[in-house]
């Protein structure tokens, strides 16, 4: 039945089967259906529900059903008559957009087009109307893969990448902190009318990702331009430039799309392949016509030599500088990356710890950037201490194994479409997690805290690092740039 639904658009009818389990309803109905939708596509659900929480529609979902015990996720809920009906009407509506899958976009028209269901009503409470999708989507097709017609001898083939404003949606991202100035240059760039393409030009480890990361945030956050509001930043891997069996390289012509691609230089200088033009061929045209908007990184010497062997990239490429960072803006990017690193590692950092990290990094890894070094310093001290035998009650460790290794199934069940196996091991998951907060409150621990990661602990990466004895380390703390080098 879902041979023709994209892989998302299968996930989100496996949530809407949990839902159905969790709210003790003998049917699969349309507003399990849409909960699904919330949360397998946020950046769907963004797009068209731009004033409104996912939570709100949930509350309201909960608040106009009626409780039931819960029925068990091994038993194979039924679509009601209705999320047939939507399921149909996506079936039309992907024909209608010469869409040759299924996806969420078309899921969400066929919930709007069961007008008199509980999920049309409240999308519709909402602000989002049948027609306005339509013509939304009409412009700018959602499904990956749909792009412009391909050239002569061209396949198109699914786009590989990743879509920074969605992650900044979900809060994946690390919190911007400092270059505001890169930052306000960038998007000056962007909204010009023409030399409107940016290259970060800085050594490896400055920050370059983390300014066009910043954009993504600034941008879900509404605090840009008119222009730049409803732009999606996408990264592209080099890998994307790579031909596919019979075809040359796809370039994608989207719409309110700017696209980041990492390694200029690597990306221009790269040879063609078959016959088949090479990215350098298939990048002017795009962009000295305007079809197309990027932002890209280089180091200085990359750049230079790019602009030496493509001298067209100056009238379509603006040059923004990124400087090294100094120790103390180095120290407020550690501070507000910190959380993130403690929740992933179960540590908690002391403030002496990151000062010493960003201290250290400077003095002793002459190879590397600011603020690059000292955040892989701080992520490898935590990875250091939870190495240690001891760091934590063994069985706690024993149910975190357990915990990872039922993700890991769930999701190559989901992947695999193996629905019976992933309501398995989704409770299996919970049981866990259960267990876990049981034995957390046992040993006086929470989920986000756990052993100190001190400045000792820092020491002693760094000493593995570069081979410096830590004696030589403490002792040279204060010896400043004199201080004994990698």
């Known amino acids: 039945m879902f041979e023709r639904y994209t892989e998302k658009a299968r996930r989100i009818i496996f949530f809407a089967r949990y839902e159905s389990s969790q709210f003790?309803?003998?049917?699969i109905e349309t507003e399990h259906l849409l909960l699904g939708l919330l949360r397998e596509d946020k950046a769907l659900t963004h797009r068209f529900l731009k004033n409104t929480q996912p939570e709100r529609i949930r509350q309201q979902i909960e608040a106009a059903t009626t409780k039931r015990e819960k029925v068990s996720t091994s038993v194979d809920l039924p679509l009601s008559n209705e999320n047939r009906r939507v399921l149909a009407y996506a079936a039309e509506e992907a024909d209608r957009?010469?869409?040759r899958y299924i996806g969420p976009e078309h899921l969400l028209l066929g919930l709007l087009r069961e007008e008199k269901s509980f999920a049309a009503q409240l999308l519709n409470e909402h602000g989002v109307r049948l027609s306005a999708v339509r013509e939304q989507l009409g412009k700018q097709p959602h499904e990956?893969?749909?792009?412009?017609?391909p050239s002569q001898g061209q396949t198109l083939r699914p786009l590989s990448n990743v879509e920074l404003t969605q992650l900044a949606r979900e809060g994946q991202l690390r919190p911007f902190v400092g270059r505001k100035k890169e930052l306000e240059r960038l998007i000056h760039v962007l909204g010009r009318?023409?030399?409107n393409n940016a290259v970060l030009v800085g050594e490896p480890g400055v920050g370059k990702r983390a300014i066009v990361e910043g954009l993504a945030q600034s941008i879900v956050e509404g605090d840009v331009a008119s222009r730049l509001a409803q732009q999606a930043i996408v990264a592209?891997?080099?890998?994307?430039?790579?031909?596919?069996?019979?075809?040359?390289?796809?370039l994608p012509l989207e719409q309110n799309t700017i696209f980041f691609m990492d390694e200029l230089h690597s990306l221009l200088a790269a040879t063609p392949t078959g016959g088949a033009p090479g990215p350098s061929e298939i990048l002017k045209p795009a962009l000295l016509g305007g079809k197309i908007q990027c932002i890209c990184a280089a180091t200085p010497e990359e750049y230079r030599k790019a602009r030496e062997n493509h001298r067209w990239l100056d009238r379509c490429f603006r040059a923004i500088d990124v400087p090294p960072m100094n120790e103390a803006e180095a120290v407020e990017v550690l501070l507000s990356a910190k959380s993130h690193f403690e929740k992933f590692h179960s540590v908690t950092y002391t403030d002496d710890a990151i000062q010493h990290a960003v201290r250290y990094s400077s003095v002793y890894v002459k190879d590397r950037q600011l603020p690059d070094k000292a955040l892989d310093l701080i992520d490898e001290a935590a990875a250091y201490v939870n190495a240690r035998p001891g760091h934590l009650p063994e069985e706690v460790i024993e149910?975190?194994?357990r915990m990872k290794f039922i993700v890991k199934r769930l999701e190559d069940a989901i992947v695999n479409h193996e629905f019976a196996k992933a309501r398995f091991y989704s409770d299996e998951e919970l049981k866990?997690?259960?267990?876990?907060?049981?034995?957390?409150k046992k040993h006086n621990l929470d989920e986000t805290t756990g052993n100190p990661v001190t400045r000792e602990d820092v020491e002693e990466v760094l000493a593995r690092w570069t081979g410096i004895p830590v004696s030589t380390i403490r002792a040279g703390q204060d010896a400043g740039p004199e201080a004994p080098e990698k």
Do not use: C, D, H, I
């Open 399 to 401: 149910v975190r194994k």
């Open 24 to 27: 003790g309803s003998p049917y």
């Open 432 to 440: 866990e997690r259960e267990n876990l907060r049981v034995l957390l």
């Open 97 to 99: 957009l010469s869409n």
């Open 236 to 250: 592209l891997e080099m890998s994307f430039f790579r031909p596919s069996q019979g075809s040359g390289p796809v």
């Open 144 to 149: 990956p893969g749909l792009t412009a017609a």
């Open 193 to 195: 009318s023409t030399k």
